[in-house]
């Protein structure tokens, strides 16, 4: 019999199989030169995107970064609009026109291809949220370095604004290595600086990301403040499809779920045949889109342009 927490578990590792599954599938279709543009995946960071945001509500709002598609993935998106806005089609998100770093949804808000980009827009949308929501802003270690992290997280104490900062810490800024570019190490230490408290977490970890995570959410509502929440992830893939750099010594969040869950006493082939299925069901998907129409050619659809009628 399995208890309550190892269904809990289950759903978590099926959220992030989709998420994988997905991604391989997509990288698959981008090595065979069946998806245009730049890919950056995010593969590595399943855990925190979906341990964070399994520990949400509905109302809350999510700020995504260049490796969005974990979060989109786990926030509801659907797959195949998802992978239609890839390929470039009249079926995406955006009609096929944002692509992978430009991705826009009802709760997760927007990715952006500019490093720290989202993190004072998610800050400003904070202030504006009612009846307890929070915002919650995803972002590398790389953005730590920008000049907008330091000047959210000066402003986010001073309001009491309601609004998560999580950081996935892989080790790299770009191509570089995180000791070559600052002599901090602990990424927490930017947040106790300015008086936001800071936890440090696997980010490998679903389980304990998920708990980490709710207790923050929990003291965000209360009217605390913001909170910051820092995982130590892998980049399981180089910094963009097509780099030959890879990490070493990395550690795979969809192994531990799956061990996790064998030490639950679930079987380990069938956990194993559930991601299989996933992968063949997104390759699929993937041949459907891509029989799917272009959108139109047309400098004058502007049906995905806001206006606003001044009088």
């Given at each position: 019999?399995y208890?309550?927490?190892?269904?809990v578990?289950?759903?978590?590792?099926?959220k992030?199989?989709?998420?994988r599954a997905?991604?391989?599938i997509?990288?698959?279709?981008y090595r065979?030169?069946?998806?245009?543009?730049?890919l950056?995946l995010?593969?590595?960071?399943?855990?925190?995107?979906v341990?964070?945001?399994?520990?949400?509500?509905?109302?809350?709002?999510?700020?995504s970064?260049?490796?969005s598609?974990?979060?989109?993935?786990?926030?509801?998106?659907?797959?195949r609009?998802?992978t239609?806005?890839?390929?470039?089609k009249?079926?995406?998100?955006?009609?096929g026109?944002?692509g992978?770093?430009?991705?826009i949804?009802?709760r997760?808000?927007?990715?952006?291809g500019?490093?720290?980009?989202?993190?004072?827009?998610?800050?400003?949308?904070?202030?504006?949220?009612q009846n307890?929501?929070?915002?919650?802003?995803?972002?590398?270690d790389g953005a730590?370095?920008?000049?907008?992290?330091?000047?959210?997280?000066n402003?986010?104490?001073?309001?009491?604004?309601?609004?998560?900062?999580?950081?996935?810490?892989?080790g790299?800024?770009?191509?570089?290595?995180?000791e070559?570019?600052t002599?901090v190490?602990?990424?927490?230490?930017?947040?106790?600086?300015?008086?936001?408290?800071a936890?440090?977490?696997?980010?490998?970890?679903?389980?304990?990301?998920a708990?980490?995570?709710?207790?923050l959410i929990?003291r965000i509502r209360?009217?605390e403040?913001?909170a910051?929440?820092a995982?130590?992830?892998?980049c399981l893939?180089?910094?963009?499809?097509?780099?030959?750099?890879?990490?070493?010594?990395?550690?795979?969040?969809?192994?531990?779920?799956?061990?996790s869950l064998?030490?639950e006493?679930?079987?380990?082939?069938?956990?194993?045949?559930?991601?299989?299925?996933?992968?063949?069901?997104?390759?699929?998907?993937?041949?459907?889109?891509l029989a799917?129409?272009?959108p139109p050619?047309?400098r004058e659809?502007?049906?995905?342009v806001?206006s606003?009628e001044?009088s």
């Open positions: 019999m208890g309550s927490s190892s269904t578990l289950l759903s978590l590792f099926e992030m199989s989709t998420i997905f991604e391989d997509v990288a698959e279709g065979n030169r069946k998806l245009p543009g730049l950056q995010s593969m590595g960071s399943e855990a925190t995107a341990g964070v945001i399994s520990s949400l509500s509905n109302w809350d709002q999510i700020y970064s260049h490796r598609h974990g979060h989109f993935l786990a926030a509801g998106t659907d797959p609009a998802l239609a806005e890839l390929a470039g009249d079926a995406g998100m955006w009609r026109l944002a992978s770093m430009h991705l949804d009802t997760a808000i927007i990715a952006t500019v490093v720290g980009g989202t993190l004072p827009i998610a800050l400003g949308h904070s202030l504006y949220l307890g929501s929070l915002a919650v802003v995803f972002f590398g730590v370095q920008t000049g907008s992290f330091h000047e959210t997280l402003m986010a104490p001073l309001w009491k604004a309601p609004i998560l900062f999580v950081c996935e810490n892989n790299k800024i770009e191509f570089s290595s995180r070559e570019r002599s190490r602990d990424t927490t230490s930017y947040g106790r600086l300015h008086g936001i408290p936890e440090q977490v696997d980010g490998c970890n679903v389980a304990d990301v708990e980490l995570a709710s207790q929990g209360s009217g403040g913001p910051l929440l995982g130590a992830i892998s893939r180089p910094h963009y499809e097509g780099d030959l750099q890879q990490q070493e010594d990395l550690v795979d969040p969809l192994e531990e779920i799956v061990s064998v030490r006493g679930f079987n380990e082939s069938e956990v194993r045949t559930t991601h299989f299925c996933y992968i063949a069901s997104f390759r699929s998907m993937l041949e459907s889109v799917s129409e272009y050619n047309s659809d502007t049906s995905l806001y606003l001044l």
